[in-house]
């Protein structure tokens, strides 16, 4: 653990922390700062709306080094959605404008509808957003009343399930990948239904490796600094939770050795039966998480691909993989 000037040891691994409504994702890590005492090297594994809440995992020391491992992994959403007008914002925070009826829907014509939004599709992120166009954030252009043509981005949806349709409201379950907008989600639906439609409620029930039901709040995390300084410890995963999609290895003393100079190293046979270009996870023989690791067919040799310095044995160490 390092120690910087007038801060706490740097501690490494993983909050599966709740965020609240009507708090941004960079708030609920200046807060979860000041509760752990981390100032340095803490980041959160994808952005979500103030007006979302659930799963927002945080990053601590060298976690934030896997931080895209969290972000590329899959996320699960239930939705509340609005038909018959449309917003600004494409939620209920913006300006709500009538836009058709919606008295002819079905749950079977909503459910065709949204059939067509599964698989890999391309989607237009709102304006009401912090993608980037030329430098600029869209949310800021929108706020000065500007609107500009925005780029679809090509996503992937894996499934959309209806909880309940009590017109005009609509509950969907909504599992997809990376950078999948559910209000444009909710936007488009509406369009499609010729009736208009906006998210009222967003909830992250999943996000890269981390469930709701087993997240938590602020109030556990105060709870426990007020009885100890390391008590929200107790909260913590360690680096290697995120990657158990990923087949293990265990590596000796001089391949060890190799792999901490960033040298490449052999291993010999081998028992993982993953293809050998995917990433490895590296423990040592104790248990210990090393590294990711990654197989050079040209030089026959197994080379670093992230390093990490950890000094307690992990629970994931040569586990099955998990899909």
């Not at 009826?101 to 949204?114: G, V």
Request: hydrophobic share 35%; glycine share 10%; net charge negative.
């Amino acid at each position: 653990m390092a120690k910087g000037r007038n801060s706490a040891p740097t501690i490494n691994g993983f909050i599966n922390f709740y965020k609240p409504i009507d708090m941004s994702s960079m708030d609920a890590v200046r807060r979860i700062k000041r509760i752990t005492g981390q100032r340095n090297k803490v980041g959160h594994g994808g952005t979500m709306d103030p007006l979302a809440q659930g799963v927002l995992p945080i990053c601590l020391g060298q976690a934030t080094r896997l931080m895209d491992y969290v972000i590329n992994g899959s996320k699960r959403y239930e939705t509340d959605i609005e038909l018959g007008a449309t917003t600004s914002t494409y939620d209920s925070e913006g300006e709500v404008v009538p836009q058709g009826a919606f008295d002819h829907l079905t749950r079977e014509l909503i459910q065709a509808a949204l059939d067509g939004f599964i698989g890999t599709i391309e989607q237009r992120p709102p304006m009401y957003s912090a993608v980037k166009v030329q430098g600029q954030r869209l949310y800021k252009l929108a706020r000065a009343g500007l609107e500009i043509e925005r780029e679809a981005r090509r996503v992937e949806i894996h499934s959309i399930d209806i909880i309940e349709f009590a017109p005009p409201k609509l509950v969907l379950d909504v599992k997809c990948g990376r950078g999948v907008y559910i209000r444009s989600l909710a936007h488009d639906l509406g369009q499609v239904l010729g009736c208009g439609g906006y998210v009222t409620k967003l909830v992250r029930h999943y996000c890269g490796g981390f469930d709701a039901a087993d997240s938590v709040g602020f109030e556990e995390l105060e709870a426990s600094v007020s009885e100890t300084a390391t008590g929200w410890q107790q909260y913590l995963y360690p680096l290697d939770h995120i990657l158990g999609g990923l087949q293990s290895v265990t590596i000796g003393a001089d391949a060890q050795r190799n792999l901490q100079h960033g040298q490449r190293f052999n291993l010999g046979s081998i028992t993982s039966d993953a293809g050998f270009l995917e990433q490895h996870r590296a423990y040592s023989s104790d248990g210990t998480f090393l590294a990711l690791i990654a197989f050079d067919p040209p030089t026959n040799s197994w080379y670093p691909v992230k390093v990490f310095q950890s000094d307690s044995v992990s629970p994931y160490a040569l586990l099955p993989s998990n899909d």
